[in-house]
């Protein structure tokens, strides 16, 4: 025993550590849990690498994968600044005097956000889209006192089951408006579908077919200013496509992974979520704020915090507590990266490379059902083939071609394979070259 | 001395340049045409040069404190050291580049991984099968409580059972997702030590009690020892146990969540298995179940049969409260953490984290007032009361402008001035003795003193008052203020 160990067993009084054990009961203490013997780190990096080794990455794929989780080229700089011992040791920032660089961070991610998608506030994070469409359901909920919202019919899966979760615990009756022939979000079906209890519609673009949906701009109209309007957007997008400010949006939420955040087998990710000015009190999340200290320097602080739990309690907004604040920072480094040009030119590699890829399955004859419609970074295609028949020239080309659609989605047609290709920076000529042998075999 | 670096940054939107990352593709001739009524011609988001945004988020980084600058001994939140292999198995390129919804054959890897951390997390808390979905530990307590509510609308008695109790001691996350999840919450008072009054628990548990839901230790670093008893009770009303797990951190390895009789328990990866908070998150809040409510959990549940699947579905299931998998770079983490560690390891932490909690206690008692009884767990409450005490948040900005984190104050509410210490298994005497000299310091110090404090650190008192009154969330909000201000002048 070492002399500090020494002197603190004689300041406790105590010859053994089980002393301060001695409250728990006995018939409730564990002798052993069966748990292996520990390990030292050049071991376990060896057994970890062989376990990412098991795995096939997109990198040693053709992968045309997406729906929702993109996969974007990540600069080595937001890695490193996401390495910095300082932010990623921190707790979230409740000693704001000595934390001040991650809540300017924080405040800077958003300062961007709210500029990217023109919306006055937007907290400095929520765990995923998935989640800030719930949290924007209930907040809606409460706003206008109504309980029913609108979804899309098309949506990814996992989001409506996240939000079918978070409904019924709030009460929600979540209501279902079709597409229409274009993909796009079916006007006359969301007229007849508000009723005195519609509480606010949730619409998006692009949506889960890649579909700019150009009917979002009218929906505002016709829901009317007493309802809210909750738009999802790809970050992204955002350099080519018009903000959802712009469609005069209460609400919008975005999936962030895409700012430089990498894939990690879908988390972390990054859910964003901004809000109308006069909705800030309702809104969820943690907001950092810009103002002076006693000596009138710049400082920022953690602003409304009566919203929250650890004041509020069972009347909090939300029950959240940690988010996903370094992922935040880490989108503020891409976008800082980026600037205006950058996300520009992202977004027009992203729906010229698609659109090169589109011309290719036309050239081979394949149905591109939404075909008319303008999509960002992914589109239907729809093969005559079996889902097997698929499989097996897939695999022999090392090809992912995309995601296929199941009967979660209605399509129940054992010889047609309904599939949503996505094309992002990343994909390269021969990811296309792999493609088009897949075309030529099914076409 | 402590100094901690000072920066006049400016915010990243005024440092302007030119782009120097390439993109790929950058130079393709591409043809794009985007419909009038959804273009966007340009952002205000500016140009800048790598470099400058390196320097500048740097610069940040060094105004910001956490675990690897020194002693962080923030109570509930078990700020033990990181170990940096986490990060770098992380950052594993076949970790990092693979995509959730991949065909599982082509994820065995990450699946194995999934499924040994859930085995392991399983024999910790003695459950019968795990969730690794929840992406925080309050995301934890919403996925166990709608378990809670689906299990007793299975049994048809979610009409009558709809109250959730929670001791006043408790996190305030408790109540805000019992909340969430479509119960009301009954609080009991506390005993004047802490623990709960076993007379109001019996009083507030009765057939309307969808689930009891308590921390323990407690919030105050008390063992609930009579724990069983209420176990027994809460049961014989028909009524769940759920164990937040925040404070694992002091009875690991000693005893189960099982072993006391709870059916739900929460685990904050963040806190107790070493994986970095990161200013906020992400985090991983796991829920581990009984038997009997198994088919509830979330779906997939990954199982193994010689090959790893992601397909299960659970028959009652919840449904889903995350994407996909979790926060899987922070259950990575926590892996390579458990594995490192083994039953010695942990035993280990948790016996040390106790020793130093116990001794910051014995140290911190002889000069103010520490309520409950002497033997605490992983944590304990001080009470800045009695005459010329400081107030607890002047003894916390004192102590963040020595180079120390202060502890967390003003919670539980039950303790006057609160300053909840967890020193964790990851500090030194040396640095505990020096915390109570610097607590000690400012009990001796005139109360005017601290109103120029801090004055080490990139900026002194902030104007709270101020910054919650005209919020300005965004910069553009502030320069609008500003113009409008210069205007009426």
Same mark, same amino acid.
């Given at each position: 025993m070492n002399d500090d160990l020494n002197e603190i067993f004689q300041e406790l009084n105590i010859k053994n550590v089980d002393e301060l054990f001695s409250d728990i009961p006995e018939q409730i203490r564990t002798s052993s849990l069966g748990l292996q013997n520990g390990m030292g780190e050049d071991e376990i990096r060896r057994i970890a690498a062989q376990y990412a080794s098991m795995n096939r990455t997109v990198n040693q794929l053709h992968s045309f994968l997406g729906f929702g989780i993109y996969n974007h080229f990540v600069p080595a700089a937001v890695a490193n600044i996401l390495n910095r011992n300082e932010f990623i040791?921190?707790?979230?920032?409740?000693?704001?005097?000595t934390s001040q660089g991650i809540m300017q961070a924080l405040f800077e991610y958003q300062s961007l956000l709210s500029e990217l998608l023109q919306m006055d506030a937007v907290n400095s994070s929520m765990y995923d889209a998935s989640t800030a469409l719930g949290e924007a359901a209930r907040m809606v909920v409460n706003i206008t006192g109504k309980d029913e919202f609108l979804i899309p019919q098309f949506m990814h899966h996992y989001k409506r089951a996240v939000i079918e979760n978070y409904a019924r615990g709030a009460g929600i009756r979540l209501k279902v408006v079709k597409f229409d022939q274009n993909g796009m979000i079916d006007l006359n079906d969301l007229k007849a579908s508000i009723t005195e209890r519609t509480s606010g519609?949730?619409?998006?673009?692009?949506?889960?077919?890649?579909?700019?949906?150009?009917?979002?701009?009218?929906?505002?109209?016709?829901?009317?200013?007493?309802?809210?309007?909750?738009?999802?957007?790809?970050?992204?997008?955002?350099?080519?496509?018009?903000?959802?400010?712009?469609?005069?949006?209460?609400?919008?939420?975005?999936?962030?992974?895409?700012?430089?955040?990498?894939?990690?087998?879908?988390?972390?990710?990054?859910? $964003? /979520?901004?809000?109308?000015?006069?909705? @800030?009190?309702?809104?969820?999340?943690?907001?950092?704020? %810009? =103002? *002076?200290?006693? !000596?009138?320097?710049?400082?920022?602080?953690?602003?409304?915090?009566?919203?929250?739990?650890?004041?509020?309690?069972e009347k909090a907004i939300t029950n959240m507590t940690s988010n996903q604040a370094l992922m935040a920072v880490g989108s503020a480094v891409y976008l800082s990266l980026l600037g205006d040009s950058g996300l520009r030119k992202?977004?027009?590699?992203?729906?010229?490379?698609?659109?090169?890829?589109?011309?290719?399955?036309?050239?081979?004859?394949?149905?591109?059902?939404?075909?008319?419609?303008? $999509? /960002?970074?992914?589109?239907?295609?729809? @093969?005559?083939?079996?889902?097997?028949?698929?499989?097996? %020239? =897939? *695999?022999?080309? !090392?090809?992912?071609?995309?995601?296929?659609?199941?009967?979660?989605?209605?399509?129940?047609?054992r010889n047609q394979v309904n599939m949503v290709v996505n094309v992002t920076e990343r994909t390269t000529d021969e990811d296309f070259n792999a493609f088009r042998e897949f075309l030529s075999e099914v076409a | 001395?402590?100094?901690?670096?000072?920066?006049?940054?400016?915010?990243?939107?005024?440092?302007?340049?030119?782009?120097?990352?390439?993109?790929?593709?950058?130079?393709?001739?591409?043809?794009?045409?985007?419909?009038?009524?959804?273009?966007?011609?340009?952002?205000?988001?500016?140009?800048?040069?790598e470099f400058e945004v390196i320097r500048h988020f740097v610069r940040l980084s060094e105004m910001n404190f956490g675990v690897d600058l020194g002693f962080y001994p923030l109570g509930s939140c078990t700020m033990k050291y990181n170990p940096k292999i986490n990060d770098e198995i992380a950052s594993l390129d076949g970790f990092r580049f693979i995509h959730p919804l991949q065909d599982e054959q082509d994820v065995q890897g990450a699946l194995k991984l999934l499924y040994e951390l859930s085995e392991m997390l399983k024999k910790i808390t003695g459950?019968?099968?795990?969730?690794?979905?929840?992406?925080?530990?309050?995301?934890?307590?919403?996925?166990?409580?709608?378990?809670?509510?689906?299990?007793?609308?299975?049994?048809?008695?979610?009409?009558?059972?709809?109250?959730?109790?929670?001791?006043?001691?408790?996190?305030g996350s408790n109540p805000a997702s019992s909340h969430m999840a479509g119960f009301e919450v009954v609080e009991i008072p506390s005993n004047p030590d802490g623990t709960v009054n076993l007379e109001k628990f019996k009083e507030a548990v009765t057939e309307r009690t969808a689930a009891f839901m308590i921390t323990n230790p407690n919030t105050l670093g008390i063992f609930e020892d009579k724990i069983v008893e209420m176990a027994n009770y809460a049961h014989s009303k028909g009524a769940l146990l759920y164990y937040d797990g925040a404070n694992l951190n002091g009875i690991m390895t000693k005893t189960t969540p099982a072993k006391m009789g709870f059916d739900i328990v929460h685990l904050n990866l963040h806190k107790t298995f070493s994986t970095p908070h990161g200013g906020g998150g992400p985090g991983a809040g796991p829920v581990g179940v009984v038997e009997k409510l198994k088919d509830f959990l979330p779906y997939p549940i990954v199982t193994h049969d010689g090959?790893?699947?992601?397909?299960?579905?659970?028959?009652?299931?919840?449904?889903?409260?995350?994407?996909?998998?979790?926060?899987?770079?922070?259950?990575?983490?926590?892996?390579?953490?458990?594995?490192?560690m083994g039953e010695e390891g942990l035993r280990e932490a948790c016996e040390t984290a106790v020793l130093n909690s116990n001794y910051m206690r014995s140290q911190m008692e002889k000069f103010m007032t520490v309520p409950g009884k002497k033997i605490k767990k992983h944590e304990f409450v001080a009470s800045s009361v009695g005459p010329g005490m400081p107030k607890a948040g002047d003894i916390a900005k004192h102590l963040i402008d020595n180079g120390?984190?202060?502890?967390?104050?003003?919670?539980?509410?039950?303790?006057?001035?609160?300053?909840?210490?967890?020193?964790?298994?990851?500090?030194?005497?040396?640095?505990?003795?020096?915390?109570?000299?610097?607590?000690?310091?400012?009990?001796?110090?005139?109360?005017?003193?601290?109103?120029?404090?801090?004055?080490?650190?990139?900026?002194?008192?902030?104007?709270?008052?101020?910054?919650?009154?005209?919020?300005?969330?965004?910069?553009?909000v502030m320069k609008e203020q500003l113009a409008m201000q210069q205007q009426s002048f």
């Open positions: 040791t921190s707790y979230t920032p409740y000693q704001a005097e519609v949730y619409v998006e673009y692009p949506n889960m077919f890649g579909i700019i949906d150009t009917n979002v701009p009218k929906v505002r109209n016709i829901i009317g200013d007493e309802r809210m309007l909750v738009i999802g957007v790809n970050p992204i997008s955002l350099g080519v496509l018009a903000p959802p400010g712009k469609f005069d949006a209460d609400i919008a939420i975005g999936e962030g992974q895409v700012l430089g955040l990498g894939l990690n087998f879908g988390g972390p990710l990054l859910g $964003v /979520f901004g809000a109308k000015e006069k909705y @800030i009190r309702k809104m969820p999340g943690k907001l950092m704020g %810009i =103002t *002076k200290d006693h !000596n009138g320097r710049m400082a920022f602080a953690m602003i409304l915090q009566t919203r929250e739990q650890h004041i509020r309690r992202i977004g027009e590699i992203n729906m010229g490379r698609t659109k090169e890829l589109m011309d290719m399955v036309e050239e081979f004859g394949i149905s591109i059902p939404y075909s008319k419609s303008p $999509v /960002f970074n992914e589109f239907l295609i729809r @093969i005559n083939a079996s889902k097997s028949f698929i499989n097996r %020239i =897939t *695999k022999k080309l !090392n090809l992912v071609p995309g995601y296929i659609l199941g009967k979660e989605y209605g399509f129940f047609d | 001395m402590y100094h901690q670096a000072v920066f006049d940054e400016p915010i990243i939107l005024d440092v302007k340049g030119k782009r120097t990352l390439k993109l790929p593709h950058e130079n393709d001739d591409l043809k794009v045409s985007v419909p009038p009524v959804m273009k966007r011609e340009r952002t205000n988001l500016g140009d800048r040069e459950m019968a099968e795990i969730t690794l979905q929840p992406l925080a530990g309050a995301e934890g307590e919403f996925t166990g409580l709608s378990i809670v509510s689906a299990y007793f609308k299975c049994l048809g008695e979610l009409d009558k059972r709809r109250e959730v109790v929670v001791p006043d001691s408790a996190h090959k790893y699947h992601n397909s299960y579905i659970p028959p009652k299931t919840i449904g889903k409260v995350a994407s996909f998998y979790g926060n899987f770079a922070v259950l990575v983490r926590a892996w390579t953490y458990i594995k490192m120390v984190h202060a502890p967390t104050i003003y919670f539980p509410l039950i303790v006057p001035e609160a300053l909840m210490i967890e020193p964790t298994e990851s500090a030194t005497k040396e640095e505990m003795d020096r915390f109570v000299e610097i607590v000690k310091e400012a009990t001796k110090l005139p109360p005017e003193s601290f109103e120029k404090e801090p004055v080490n650190l990139k900026v002194t008192r902030i104007d709270d008052v101020d910054a919650s009154k005209n919020p300005r969330p965004t910069y553009k």
